[in-house]
């Protein structure tokens, strides 16, 4: 599957992004999606996942209560609503994907090339 994100840029801290992720090649409905990020100097790390039918979500602890995944199967599309964003929450976002989970980086086959997300003070 490719995956091509988009909706990054330059942000005031406290104000909101929405990122998507457009998927093709396979059956989108098929795949858990998720995001990652990547700050400078900082491994890649895990922020959000949805599962396939979009009933069950995750996040990692920084992120619960300002930012939310959802998916549209019909459209083949991911989405990432960051809002209340942080100087901190500055960093490369991936999406990516999996047949069966999206936890981990090295449990992702599939990525996208990722979108710049920079929030200033």
């Known amino acids: 599957v490719q995956l091509q994100a988009s909706g990054g840029g330059l942000v005031q801290a406290g104000g909101s992004l929405r990122l998507s992720c457009a998927a093709s090649?396979?059956?989108?409905?098929?795949?858990?999606m998720g995001w990652f990020r990547q700050a400078p100097g900082k491994e890649r790390e895990f922020v959000a996942r949805?599962?396939?039918?979009?009933?069950?979500?995750g996040y990692t602890d920084s992120v619960k209560g300002r930012f939310t995944i959802s998916r549209d199967n019909a459209k083949n599309t991911v989405y990432l609503q960051m809002n209340s964003l942080k100087p901190e929450d500055t960093a490369v976002y991936y999406c990516?994907?999996?047949?069966?989970?999206?936890?981990?980086?090295?449990?992702?086959?599939?990525w996208g090339q990722g979108t710049l997300v920079t929030v200033s003070q």
């Open positions: 090649g396979h059956t989108f409905s098929r795949y858990h």
């Open positions: 990516a994907a999996d047949q069966w989970t999206v936890r981990t980086v090295e449990g992702v086959d599939y």
């Open positions: 949805i599962d396939r039918s979009g009933g069950n979500t």
